[in-house]
């Protein structure tokens, strides 16, 4: 295979979504050393682009409960402050609400839900995936916005089962979960935007196929030196 050809395969791979940056160090990673501006010249010559994520704006409903108590704290093992958030899904049969819950370690999926419904019973699903797979220790910090799902007993409930902390936005600081943001906008760009969705169930196998087969495992990210979340795990737990 030409070195076009490997180029070509990895940004299909990627759903079209890598720039020259990530691009050469995916292809570095297969064994071919590739620089950055070398795989930005072949993008040009093979008249490919990487599909860009617009910024948006986002509102929600706060309801003051729990304390901040992550407070811009950097995690710095997996499995010390996780992240959730919900956000919506347009098909012609409603909307699909997904519920994330996210290591901000690793920057991982660790737990997802599908709902038609927006309630807390969706967040719970996805808090409680989190912790089967996980097995997480004592005092993780699970933080949130203020949404009523999250200030919910039942999602307290399982919060305390797992003797978690909880930890909420401050009023009107959307930054608070810019980690979750970014990755919805990236599920959106990278995949969702392409199509029409009859079905919530058509929806529903695109989130699996972007999170379990894409996401977790293969996209890279700059802030993991342009490593995928499964790979930076895995590679820092090494040491």
């Given at each position: 295979?030409?070195?076009?050809?490997?180029?070509?395969?990895?940004?299909?791979?990627?759903?079209?979504?890598?720039?020259?940056?990530?691009?050469?160090?995916?292809?570095?990673?297969?064994?071919?050393?590739?620089?950055?501006?070398?795989?930005?010249?072949?993008?040009?010559?093979?008249?490919?682009k990487a599909k860009c994520p617009k910024a948006k704006v986002w509102?929600?409903?706060?309801?003051?409960?729990?304390?901040?108590?992550?407070?811009?704290?950097?995690?710095?093992?997996?499995?010390?402050?996780?992240?959730?958030?919900?956000?919506?899904?347009?098909?012609?049969?409603?909307?699909?609400?997904?519920?994330?819950?996210?290591?901000?370690?690793?920057?991982?999926?660790?737990?997802?839900?599908?709902?038609?419904?927006?309630?807390?019973?969706?967040?719970?699903?996805?808090?409680?995936?989190?912790?089967?797979?996980?097995?997480?220790?004592?005092?993780?910090?699970?933080?949130?916005?203020?949404?009523?799902?999250?200030?919910?007993?039942?999602?307290?409930?399982?919060?305390?089962?797992?003797?978690?902390?909880?930890?909420?936005?401050?009023?009107?600081?959307?930054?608070?979960?810019?980690?979750?943001?970014?990755?919805?906008?990236?599920?959106?760009?990278?995949?969702?935007?392409?199509?029409?969705?009859?079905?919530?169930?058509?929806?529903?196998?695109?989130?699996?196929?972007?999170?379990?087969?894409?996401?977790?495992?293969?996209?890279?990210?700059?802030?993991?030196?342009?490593?995928?979340?499964?790979?930076?795990?895995?590679d820092c737990l090494r040491i």
């Amino acid at each position: 295979m030409s070195l076009q050809e490997t180029l070509l395969s990895v940004f299909e791979a990627s759903g079209e979504t890598y720039g020259s940056r990530r691009l050469s160090q995916a292809v570095t990673d297969l064994g071919v050393k590739i620089g950055r501006f070398k795989a930005r010249r072949l993008m040009r010559e093979l008249e490919i682009k990487a599909k860009c994520p617009k910024a948006k704006v986002w509102r929600k409903q706060v309801v003051d409960f729990a304390e901040n108590s992550a407070n811009g704290q950097c995690a710095m093992m997996p499995d010390t402050i996780w992240a959730g958030d919900i956000t919506y899904i347009p098909t012609d049969e409603g909307w699909l609400y997904l519920a994330i819950v996210i290591d901000l370690f690793s920057r991982l999926i660790v737990g997802w839900s599908v709902s038609d419904t927006p309630d807390s019973r969706l967040c719970v699903q996805a808090l409680r995936l989190a912790i089967y797979r996980r097995k997480p220790p004592a005092d993780v910090i699970f933080h949130s916005d203020r949404g009523s799902q999250y200030s919910s007993q039942a999602f307290r409930n399982v919060l305390t089962e797992a003797k978690m902390v909880h930890s909420q936005s401050r009023a009107g600081k959307c930054t608070d979960n810019a980690v979750t943001e970014r990755f919805f906008r990236s599920l959106k760009t990278e995949k969702l935007n392409r199509y029409r969705f009859k079905t919530r169930e058509q929806a529903l196998l695109c989130v699996a196929e972007y999170i379990e087969d894409f996401y977790n495992p293969r996209r890279l990210h700059s802030a993991l030196g342009n490593r995928s979340p499964m790979q930076f795990e895995m590679d820092c737990l090494r040491i």
